[in-house]
């Protein structure tokens, strides 16, 4: 590992308030497999094998965690909260948040096509670096930073007011590529009043990214935003 590599793990390293005691591992959990396919070589590892474990070790945490902050909640109750908190969205969040697409090394191909800011590889390195601290710090280590990182997000659903902001993400994301604004349009209206459905448009550059329905314009919006980021996370035609 060179030099300006180690500087940037140690910045990384502030950012998680984690020391490595095997850098490597760190390392290892930000190379993405396109860069080992990249190389052609079997020799290349990638962070595959990081994230198929700190998968695993999430959902115990996790499990563990909810079972004791929910104890009025029934299995099916805790099921449908854990896998709101490990799917790709939540943890591609809290990836940005640390700033971890600014440390992974991919291939040229994948940097051009916007890989930083894909949901599915900021979620998916998210996982790799949790494995990378459990074989260096062991499970208590990860339960740490863990709740750290899923306390904020466990306290509002305990309140009952958390709503997924795809919008503001959606928002960021664009705003890397471009300052074209973001506009959302209701395009009909259905029921009475007291009882209407929304359907709703959001377009950047002229193009439709994605629609939405809901019992509100703002719920309209935000499920037009969330199928917006999941088309573009799969095909960035749009850029």
């Not at 900021?122 to 074989?135: K, P, R």
């Amino acid at each position: 590992m060179d030099e300006q590599r180690k500087a940037k793990l140690d910045e990384l390293q502030k950012i998680l308030g984690i020391s490595f005691y095997n850098l490597e591992l760190l390392n290892l959990a930000l190379v993405h497999p396109s860069f080992s396919y990249e190389k052609r070589s079997e020799l290349e590892e990638n962070n595959q094998r990081l994230e198929f474990l700190g998968d695993a070790v999430l959902e115990l945490v996790i499990s563990q965690w909810i079972f004791e902050e929910f104890p009025e909640h029934s299995e099916g109750e805790l099921t449908k909260i854990r896998a709101f908190l490990v799917c790709e969205e939540t943890l591609s969040l809290i990836s940005k948040e640390l700033s971890l697409g600014d440390y992974l090394i991919l291939s040229k191909g994948e940097e051009l096509s916007g890989g930083r800011e894909k949901i599915s590889i900021l979620a998916d390195t998210f996982e790799a670096v949790l494995g990378a601290i459990y074989l260096d710090q062991g499970l208590e280590k990860v339960r740490q930073f863990v709740i750290s990182k899923f306390k904020g997000i466990i306290n509002k659903l305990k309140a009952g007011n958390f709503v997924a902001d795809y919008k503001t993400t959606l928002q960021e994301i664009l705003q890397k590529r471009s300052q074209d604004r973001i506009m959302y349009n209701v395009v009909k209206e259905e029921g009475p009043d007291h009882d209407k459905t929304f359907y709703v448009e959001v377009k950047w550059k002229n193009r439709v990214l994605g629609r939405g329905k809901g019992k509100s314009k703002k719920e309209a919006e935000q499920r037009a935003a969330k199928e917006a980021i999941d088309q573009l996370d799969k095909n960035y035609k749009f850029w």
